[in-house]
Each structure stands twice: as structure tokens, then as C-alpha cells.
């Protein structure tokens, strides 16, 4: 059932012209400026840090995980 609805789905291509998909990438490229202008100096650095950080906190919980799983392996 998965396989017939992925060879169902049609591509984008065959819907939406390149025109149109460079003017929304161009849109959504404006639309993010526009809110960084919005928002106080630094704000965008600060978020991307913490956003960097958050990452670096989930793979920290998967590295402990993946850890545990070696480790409980090992003892049986």
C-alpha cells in the first residue's frame, strides 16, 4: 500500500512551473527579512544558538540512550 501511494505521488515539477517556485522561495526569502527587521539586534544570533544548543542537548540524550542499549547488550 505504501509503494502504490509513492508511485501515485506526481512531483512538484509537474504541477508548479520553475517561475512560481522561484518567486515563493523569493516571497519566503522577503517574508523572513521583514520579521528580522521586526526584531531587536542580535535577536536571530541568540536564536540560533539556542537552537544549536537544544540540538546539542537532544543528541546528548540519544548518545546516553544508544549508551544504555550497548551496555545492557553487553551484559546478557
Not at 523572513?32 to 536564536?47: I, M, N, T, Y
Amino acid at each position: 500500500m505504501a509503494d502504490e501511494k509513492k508511485t501515485r505521488r506526481r512531483g512538484l515539477d509537474d504541477f508548479v512551473s520553475e517561475e512560481t517556485l522561484t518567486h515563493a522561495h523569493n516571497a519566503c526569502e522577503e517574508w523572513r527579512k521583514s520579521w528580522e527587521a521586526l526584531l531587536p539586534p542580535g535577536f536571530v544570533e541568540h536564536r540560533r544558538a539556542a537552537r544549536r544548543e537544544m540540538l546539542l542537548a537532544a543528541r546528548s540524550v540519544i548518545d546516553t540512550a544508544l549508551e544504555k542499549i550497548e551496555t545492557a547488550g553487553k551484559q546478557k
